[in-house]
């Protein structure tokens, strides 16, 4: 500790300030502690601070300093006794007085505690600081450290004829770090809650744009009825499902594609490609088949251009005749969709090719299925097979699987695909016991009436 000469030739009365018996304060101290317990801005922390150390010490007299976001010399002032308006240095501190230099700056950038027994004779009539020195007798200078460095410094000032009680001083000291170091993890504490609650705000708005990208309601087609189910595991996700409509061709028949996919990863980062992989599929010139060729002009894209760090994206699409009841298929990786058909699931795995975006030059075959009236088809995303049950005594958990997808699919009459949709939904939630999704859910029922 750095303590000045004493100051000669003065008489004044010395009131001295002794510290209390320990059990009083120990008293106020548990009073300050518990006052603090529950307090989350930085600003009510220091107030309870100087509220709790003032009735140890006479601490009425004092400045803030910060060397935070200054260059040398330059420091802040962020609080003084003499202010006669009290800013809030964290919302506020472009209004904070800015000095260079003097008593205050020697203080500011010591890195060491400071004690200043004769201040007058130190003081000079242009130090910039004089406004807030000018007529003390002492000060001690308290620094909190942040990587060794006192970059904040708390500063008590005492009048002509005031002393305290010196061996306090250490834990004067120690107690201004701990509650420096409080007020700074508050600080930080405070800034994450708005980089967190900013970047939920930004999360929800792309979840918001993702959801735009698919189709409003199913479309009609003649001879089908189409019900949907579309769930994310965050505010965003990356599962696609989608309708193209296909002209008419030689045969005049009209045609739809049903297209549904799941991007590896979840979150931000799957909704991305989930919007890119939407935005490739609907610039693909010209009609939106065959199947096999629509697959490889979105693989191609990813792979070459998007798909990095091993992403990829499993995919079904199939072209539908609907007069025909005539279902052409290819499969990128993705789990194979169903047809329940009089009692029994028939597995729609073709010729499976590899996920979208691993390799440009991938090739997807096509096979073909005729539906008959009454079958109902099932597209879906392994974020409902691969649902998993809480865990039991041991710690096992179970995933749903195909097996109760179907007992689901077949518990309850097939003439609703609403009822379908609404059935599987149900008994996932059962399955889970309500827990919270750990991958994307998406569901797509198209029934042949």
Same mark, same amino acid.
């Given at each position: 500790?750095?303590?000045?000469?004493?100051?000669?030739?003065?008489?004044?009365?010395?009131?001295?300030?002794?510290?209390?018996?320990?059990?009083?304060?120990?008293?106020?101290?548990?009073?300050?502690?518990?006052?603090?317990?529950?307090?989350?801005?930085?600003?009510?922390?220091?107030?309870?601070?100087?509220?709790?150390?003032?009735?140890?010490?006479?601490?009425?007299?004092?400045?803030?300093?910060?060397?935070?976001?200054?260059?040398?010399?330059?420091?802040?002032?962020?609080?003084?006794?003499?202010?006669?308006?009290?800013?809030?240095?964290?919302?506020?501190?472009?209004?904070?007085?800015?000095?260079?230099?003097?008593?205050?700056?020697?203080?500011?950038?010591?890195?060491?505690?400071?004690?200043?027994?004769?201040?007058?004779?130190?003081?000079?009539?242009?130090?910039?600081?004089?406004?807030?020195?000018?007529?003390?007798?002492?000060?001690?200078?308290?620094?909190?450290?942040?990587?060794?460095?006192?970059?904040?410094?708390?500063?008590?000032?005492?009048?002509?004829?005031?002393?305290?009680?010196?061996?306090?001083?250490?834990?004067?000291?120690?107690?201004?770090?701990?509650?420096?170091?409080?007020?700074?993890?508050?600080?930080?504490?405070?800034?994450?809650?708005?980089?967190?609650?900013?970047?939920?705000?930004?999360?929800?708005?792309?979840?918001?744009?993702?959801?735009?990208?698919?189709?409003?309601?199913?479309?009609?087609?003649?001879?089908?009825?189409? @019900?949907? +189910? =579309? $769930? &994310?595991?965050?505010?965003?996700?990356?599962?696609? /499902?989608?309708?193209?409509?296909?002209? #008419?061709?030689?045969?005049?028949?009209?045609?739809?594609?049903?297209?549904?996919?799941?991007?590896?990863?979840?979150?931000?980062?799957?909704?991305?490609?989930?919007?890119?992989?939407?935005?490739?599929?609907?610039?693909?010139?010209?009609?939106?088949?065959?199947?096999?060729?629509?697959?490889?002009?979105?693989?191609?894209?990813? @792979?070459? +251009? =998007? $798909? &990095?760090?091993?992403?990829?994206?499993?995919?079904? /699409?199939?072209?539908?005749?609907?007069? #025909?009841?005539?279902?052409?298929?290819?499969?990128?990786?993705?789990?194979?969709?169903?047809?329940?058909?009089?009692?029994?699931?028939?597995?729609?795995?073709?010729?499976?090719?590899?996920?979208?975006?691993?390799?440009?030059?991938?090739?997807?075959?096509?096979?073909?299925?005729?539906?008959?009236?009454?079958?109902?088809?099932?597209?879906?995303?392994?974020?409902?097979?691969?649902?998993?049950?809480?865990?039991?005594?041991?710690?096992?958990?179970?995933?749903?699987?195909?097996?109760?997808?179907?007992?689901?699919?077949?518990?309850?009459?097939?003439?609703?695909?609403?009822?379908?949709?609404?059935?599987?939904?149900?008994?996932?939630?059962?399955?889970?016991?309500?827990?919270?999704?750990?991958?994307?859910?998406?569901?797509?029922?198209?029934?042949?009436?």
């Amino acid at each position: 500790m750095n303590v000045a000469s004493g100051c000669a030739g003065c008489y004044a009365p010395i009131m001295l300030y002794r510290r209390r018996p320990w059990q009083e304060e120990l008293a106020i101290i548990d009073k300050v502690m518990k006052s603090v317990s529950d307090i989350t801005e930085p600003e009510e922390m220091v107030d309870a601070y100087w509220n709790g150390i003032s009735e140890l010490v006479p601490a009425d007299d004092y400045v803030a300093l910060s060397r935070r976001g200054v260059e040398p010399p330059e420091y802040i002032i962020t609080r003084a006794s003499r202010f006669t308006e009290h800013l809030n240095p964290w919302e506020y501190r472009e209004k904070l007085p800015r000095l260079s230099g003097g008593i205050l700056g020697e203080v500011a950038y010591a890195d060491q505690p400071i004690f200043i027994e004769d201040l007058p004779s130190r003081l000079m009539r242009d130090d910039p600081g004089h406004f807030y020195l000018e007529g003390y007798q002492s000060l001690f200078a308290f620094p909190q450290y942040e990587g060794g460095k006192g970059i904040n410094v708390g500063v008590s000032f005492f009048p002509p004829g005031v002393e305290i009680d010196r061996s306090f001083i250490p834990v004067l000291h120690w107690q201004a770090s701990l509650f420096g170091r409080g007020t700074q993890s508050l600080v930080l504490r405070k800034q994450l809650t708005k980089a967190l609650r900013d970047l939920d705000r930004e999360i929800a708005v792309v979840g918001e744009i993702q959801r735009s990208l698919l189709p409003a309601k199913p479309p009609a087609i003649p001879g089908f009825e189409i @019900a949907t +189910s =579309y $769930a &994310t595991s965050a505010q965003a996700g990356g599962d696609y /499902y989608d309708f193209f409509p296909i002209a #008419a061709g030689d045969d005049g028949h009209e045609g739809w594609g049903l297209f549904i996919a799941d991007v590896s990863g979840h979150g931000t980062p799957a909704a991305v490609l989930m919007a890119i992989t939407h935005a490739i599929a609907h610039t693909r010139p010209g009609t939106p088949m065959p199947a096999g060729s629509l697959l490889s002009y979105v693989n191609e894209h990813l @792979a070459r +251009s =998007y $798909a &990095t760090n091993g992403t990829f994206v499993t995919a079904f /699409y199939a072209t539908l005749d609907p007069v #025909a009841r005539h279902l052409t298929f290819a499969v990128a990786g993705h789990n194979p969709p169903y047809v329940v058909r009089g009692g029994r699931l028939i597995a729609l795995d073709g010729d499976a090719s590899f996920p979208l975006g691993l390799s440009p030059d991938e090739e997807y075959r096509e096979a073909t299925f005729q539906l008959e009236r009454g079958d109902v088809l099932v597209l879906y995303t392994d974020g409902i097979t691969e649902a998993m049950s809480p865990p039991n005594a041991s710690g096992h958990r179970e995933l749903f699987g195909d097996e109760r997808l179907g007992l689901a699919l077949l518990a309850g009459p097939l003439d609703d695909a609403e009822a379908c949709v609404r059935r599987v939904e149900e008994a996932v939630r059962a399955f889970t016991r309500g827990g919270a999704a750990t991958d994307d859910r998406t569901l797509v029922i198209v029934r042949c009436v």
